[in-house]
């Protein structure tokens, strides 16, 4: 097949894994015999210094003319003064609008490799395999926002239609999966949440019997997150909590740098990224994690091209390359020596040109 991709590097370490993942895409074309073009777009932080734009339109038009878009990752101290006007963020949720991304896939297993390099107990770990889907365009990020010298305001806002879309997603892959949907809210206090777990518990019932649902608030999913978490399949919730409970929901894999994600729409288009900052401190030094960058590009191969067979080639590479010891330091086992960014990358590509 051929395809189109949009490559936004952005900031920090965006680059650095950003290139690991493109070179196993590659690989993974080669091998399989498409024709994949890769168009390479400023976008973030670099942008606003070369354009004044953290979106230039050049690089939303690539966007949207793209089969999918790899985003390595943006921000920094640079342009993250209070008193800034323009912010590498404000890119971001602009893309994703245009885009009409607005279901967020943030899938969480544990590998049996790493089990020890968590923080937690292997008993809590083993088995853990979760996705969650995040509401992605709605929200307090997207609301409403004012601020005078006393005072600061960011409103939430969810309407039916964007609860009742996100749930479908959720359910969806819930069918796919073990059947077990959990909804997040804080229906206790917020009005937004009364509301989705009313919409919810309506579409689920009416479309979706086979699938069982749950509600918890989202206090104690934090809590059942590292107290139970193999109880968990797939878990749906509003674009804030989503975005906190699945930081925390990495650490169970071990490291951020593990974790991939993909935002979809109505379209088979969509945005991959590690679900990691740019993390400014180690950008330059060789030692960032690109697995969530290279699992990002296996979803990239199997929501946007549609290419399983290929998808699962690269996810088993990146497993074996674990298992063989190809690990940078956020993950390491203490005593052996840590691999960088790049000799990752060369592990997988070994894994994938070995594999039968």
């Known amino acids: 097949m051929k395809a189109r991709i949009a490559v936004l590097g952005g900031d920090g370490i965006g680059p650095e894994v950003v290139a690991e993942g493109l070179r196993c895409l590659r690989a993974v074309a080669k091998s399989f015999g498409h024709e994949i073009a890769m168009t390479e777009l400023p976008f973030g932080g670099v942008a606003i210094d070369s354009h004044g ?3 230039p339109s050049e690089t939303l038009q690539g966007c949207l003319q793209a089969d999918a878009v790899l985003l390595g990752a943006i921000g920094g101290p640079k342009w993250s003064a209070p008193n800034a006007k323009v912010r590498p963020e404000q890119g971001l949720l602009k893309l994703r609008k245009e885009l009409g991304v607005y279901a967020n896939l943030r899938p969480v297993k544990v590998q049996p490799a790493l089990v020890n390099a968590a ?3 292997p008993e809590i770990l083993e088995g853990v395999d979760l996705v969650f889907v995040r509401e992605l365009t709605g929200g307090i990020y997207f609301g409403e926002k004012r601020r005078d010298a006393h005072s600061a ?11 009742e879309r996100i749930t479908r997603v959720a359910a969806r892959l819930a069918q796919q ?5 959990t909804s997040i809210d804080k229906s206790n206090v917020l009005e937004t949440s009364r509301l989705w777990r009313e919409v919810c518990e309506r579409v689920m019932r009416a479309e979706f ?3 069982t649902l749950e509600h918890i608030l989202v206090d104690a999913a934090a809590m059942h997150l590292i107290r139970r978490p193999r109880d968990f399949d797939v878990l749906v919730t509003e674009n804030m909590f989503g975005d906190i409970l699945t930081d925390e929901a990495s650490m169970l894999a071990g490291s951020l740098g593990l974790s991939p994600s993909a935002s979809l729409g109505e379209d088979k288009r969509g945005v991959y990224e590690p679900i990691h900052g740019s993390a400014p401190d180690i950008a330059g030094k060789g030692i960032a994690n690109p697995v969530g960058t290279i699992l990002s590009v296996a979803m990239l191969l199997r929501h946007s091209l549609g290419l399983n067979a290929e998808a699962e080639a690269l996810e088993s590479a990146v497993t074996r390359a674990i298992e063989n010891g190809a690990r940078t330091p956020d993950i390491a086992a203490q005593g052996t020596r840590a691999f960088s960014t790049r000799e990752v990358g060369d592990a997988v590509l070994a894994q994938l040109s070995a594999a039968p």
């Open 209 to 211: 019997p086979d699938v």
């Open 119 to 121: 923080t937690l107990k």
């Open 53 to 55: 734009d953290p979106l």
């Open 153 to 163: 305001t960011d409103v939430c806002t969810y309407t039916v239609p964007e609860i």
């Open 177 to 181: 999966r073990r059947r077990k949907l």
